[in-house]
């Protein structure tokens, strides 16, 4: 037995590198530890495996005050074309040059230690071109003047008169005159004002008043340099001037600096400022500043370097920091020497793992809701590169798909997904996010990210002048550039997969939030990491673009228990349990979206999470015993969704299916029905299991939530965390195999079709749709679906029939969807499909 599964993972490896091959798995656990380790473990490229772009990048694991030595070659004796590099402080070369395309080799090692063992990796005619220039390019193309960051003075007399005209700078001016007023701020303004109840808590109220006081010290001396520049009004300069001398006196390790994100915010604030108006402040003046904002910036470089780049997330850096440090260095650079040195990590890091929290296909692991907190730094840095350099920084996959994300994640009018870290927090997209599309469109112009941007902004009844986050990009070149036509929204499919991230939607009306259906899926490669939650082959469902069936729960602060024990726990989220456990918050455990098949009035998605419930965390080793689960989605135009689960242990187990809502639950036992609501839909579902279920109901958080950091809303009001309520159907014996069937109907006047059964015989029927799911989890898992007047057909495997003609397609594994559209029959198929991320890690492995 052992020698056929070898073969069968030897089969694995053979094939699934061809990234167009369709790869054909047996179902259960795939035989891989680990698909985004949190610290780095393996070098990349490779394995043979075709780099993500030539010049590649190459990474291995890194050590403690390390310094690395690399070493590549067309040949395996690094005999030809050889590329060297010694002394280097961070794990990371880029040998900002073209490569042949061949098979070629490398090595690297640590301090004086051996070299690792030989390394390879091919470059194709056809592996994108990213050949950036050396670091010395960048540094010499900084001028030696000042200003330099937000605009350069030789630049700046037409910039005067060309941002005469814009709206934004009219709306800056107005907000540094306000600021004219503000009162210089004390350094202990950083200081908490209230305290928790033991030292966690107030080591979070800490660090949350540090965060904001530093955050505002930038945001005042930012606005009041831009209007300086827009302006040439030294009335600015003399409050700015005020802010930051004061500052300058402050103790950089004291309570600013308790906070990175605020510590951050004062380092780049202040060195805005003294690049801004260099030639108004005395060399005694600009020194202090200097000072200051170096001392900051030195500890995050010395805390950075061989750290950063073999951590899978560093989430605080990538969303700001890094961003932060980048203007202080071209600041600084020339000024004084340790700027050469940030900013040469910067760049290396940046071409070696921007975007960090992507791939290919577009979508952010760590949900919309964060995302949003990298916008401004993955456009400016990327600006500012390529300002440098001359090259394009945007050209990966990763920039023209993101917007299509965007569409389907969070529709403009519309709640979010709801997965990851504050994925509850916002009920419609802000205009931050029509003023990112935006500057996106403009820069590539991109059709989808001019469409998002427009309809964000109608939805809001606003127009882009009015975003502030993106503002000093449309003045300082945005502006210049013409936005591209919209995409056509009939152009726009009502489902989408995302499978790099592990997350697929499917809409009925995409364009039109408040007649929108939204079912939202996630099984992730990534796992639990960073922002995102234990919640592999999880789901969410909206109605008129409010939440509906949703995770539930608060993030008083990371770290606390309720966030822990429920919010970024599997029982918070309309998953599965099994023996009351849900997945542990492990990178080895992790999920897929394996098959994705979508028509007009069928769209269905498979997700595996058999890995997700196993794992090791802060050296605690987990395993429930999950070696199957397999979920089924599937949207059944206008108003019906269906949920089918196959799931299976290696001991006899207790199984709880998941369902969550804000209002409220009726449950009816006998008939198997949950009803609930929210403010604009009714939802009637029927619920079916392979053994007998008890359902149970509560308004309860098995962890209590208590809001005592004082988190505040838009409006500045102080947090209310209200119940919520929580279904469960938990079954009342415990066996090793189960199957559970969802059919949910959502309507805005609560009509709903009566669900028929035939449990017996796996038969159903809900208004003009007929399903067949096999119960009896002793034979294999199947689903069909069929429209009565045979228009539409869906059968997760096996042959499809329809009016009576058989559609076998490439055999009987793959699922199939058929739907006659204008008399023709439009046929799709599917095998599952293992991302390349999953391939790496299991050829890794092998």
Not at 163 to 191: D, F, R
Not at 648 to 672: C, T, V
Request: charged letters at 20%; glycine letters at 8%.
């Amino acid at each position: 037995m052992k020698f056929l599964v070898s073969l069968f993972i030897l089969y694995i490896v053979l094939v699934a590198f061809n990234p167009s091959e369709r790869i054909q798995t047996a179902t259960g656990k795939i035989n891989a530890k680990v698909i985004y380790p949190k610290i780095r473990i393996w070098t990349t490229p490779a394995l043979g495996d075709e780099p993500t772009f030539n010049s590649p990048s190459f990474q291995w694991p890194s050590k403690k005050k390390g310094k690395y030595s690399i070493r590549i070659s067309a040949s395996k004796d690094f005999s030809r074309d050889l590329i060297e590099k010694v002394g280097l402080p961070y794990a990371i070369f880029n040998p900002h040059k073209k490569l042949g395309p061949g098979m070629w080799y490398w090595q690297y090692k640590a301090n004086d230690q051996k070299w690792n063992k030989t390394d390879s990796f091919t470059i194709k005619s056809s592996t994108r071109l990213f050949e950036t220039p050396d670091i010395k390019i960048i540094l010499a193309a900084i001028p030696s003047t000042h200003p330099r960051i937000l605009v350069k003075k030789a630049d700046l007399p037409e910039f005067r008169i060309r941002a005469k005209t814009y709206k934004e700078s009219a709306l800056i001016i107005e907000e540094a005159n306000h600021y004219l007023s503000n009162p210089v701020p004390k350094e202990s303004s950083a200081l908490p004002s209230f305290k928790g109840k033991d030292e966690f808590e107030n080591e979070k109220i800490a660090s949350i008043s540090s965060k904001w006081a530093g955050w505002h010290i930038h945001k005042v001396i930012l606005t009041l340099a831009q209007a300086y520049l827009l302006t040439g009004d030294e009335k600015y300069f003399g409050t700015a001037k005020e802010w930051m001398t004061a500052v300058s006196g402050w103790d950089p390790n004291g309570p600013t600096h308790t906070n990175n994100f605020g510590d951050a915010g004062i380092m780049s604030g202040i060195a805005i400022g003294v690049d801004t108006f260099w030639d108004l402040l005395s060399v005694k003046e600009r020194d202090l500043i200097i000072k200051q904002a170096a001392i900051r910036a030195g500890q995050f470089y010395k805390l950075w370097v061989g750290q950063v780049e073999s951590r899978s997330s560093s989430m605080h850096i990538w969303q700001h920091i890094l961003h932060n440090l980048l203007q202080t260095s071209v600041a600084f650079k020339g000024e004084i020497p340790e700027a050469d040195h940030w900013l040469d990590y910067i760049y290396e890091l940046w071409i070696a793992q921007s975007p960090k929290m992507g791939e290919e296909d577009g979508a952010w692991f760590n949900g919309t809701s964060y995302f949003g907190m990298n916008m401004l730094s993955l456009i400016d840095v990327s600006s500012i590169f390529k300002e440098f350099s001359g090259v394009d920084f945007m050209g990966s996959g990763w920039f023209k798909n993101n917007p299509r994300w965007l569409i389907y994640a969070f529709p403009p009018n519309s709640i979010s997904d709801g997965f990851c870290n504050d994925g509850e927090k916002y009920p419609f997209p802000a205009m931050n996010y029509g003023g990112y599309t935006d500057a996106l469109a403009r820069i590539l112009n991109n059709p989808y990210a001019a469409w998002y941007a427009q309809a964000v902004a109608k939805s809001l009844g606003k127009e882009i002048a009015l975003d502030d986050e993106f503002r000093w990009f449309r003045i300082q070149s945005g502006l210049k550039i013409k936005l591209p036509e919209a995409v056509k929204e009939s152009a726009l499919p009502q489902a989408a997969v995302f499978p790099d991230i592990g997350v697929a939607y499917m809409h009925t009306t995409l364009q039109n939030a408040k007649t929108d259906l939204m079912l939202s899926v996630r099984s992730s490669p990534f796992g639990p990491m960073g922002h995102a939650h234990a919640d592999q082959n999880t789901f969410n469902i909206a109605w008129g673009g409010e939440r509906l069936f949703y995770n539930t729960g608060y993030r008083p602060a990371m770290g606390d228990p309720h966030f822990l024990g429920w919010y970024k726990h599997t029982r918070g989220h309309n998953g599965i349990l099994i023996d009351g456990e849900g997945q542990p918050f492990s990178d080895e455990a992790f999920g897929y979206l394996p098959r994705f098949l979508t028509g007009k009035q069928i769209s269905y998605a498979v997700g595996d999470a058999s890995n997700a419930y196993s794992g090791t965390d802060e050296g605690v080793k987990t395993d429930h015993g999950m070696r199957l689960f397999r979920r089924h989605f599937i949207m059944l135009r206008p108003s019906t969704i269906v949920i089918y689960d196959e799931l299976e242990a290696d001991h006899a187990a207790q199984w709880s299916w998941l369902l969550h809502n804000d209002n409220g639950f009726k449950i009816d036992p006998e008939r198997k029905t949950i009803a609930a609501q929210n403010n604009l839909a009714k939802a009637q579902v029927a619920l079916f299991s392979s053994f007998e279920t008890e359902f149970r109901v509560t308004d309860q958080f098995a962890v209590p939530v208590d809001n005592w950091t004082n988190k505040i809303n838009e409006e500045g009001d102080t947090l209310i965390y209200k119940n919520q309520w929580h279904f469960s159907a938990v079954s009342k014996l415990k066996t090793e195999k189960m199957r559970f069937l969802a059919i949910i109907q959502v309507k805005p006047d609560g009509r709903f079709e009566q669900v028929l059964s035939d449990r017996n015989n796996g038969h159903f029927r809900v208004g003009k749709w007929e399903l067949n799911a096999e119960m009896n989890s002793s034979k294999p898992a199947l689903v069909q679906v069929s429209n009565v007047d045979k228009s539409a057909s869906l059968v997760s495997g096996g042959t499809l029939t329809n009016n009576g003609k058989e559609y076998k397609g490439k055999g009987t594994a793959s699922s199939k969807l058929l739907e006659i559209i204008k008399g023709e029959a439009v046929f799709h198929e599917t095998f599952d499909e293992i991302p390349v991320s999953i391939q790496k890690a299991i050829k890794r492995d092998f």
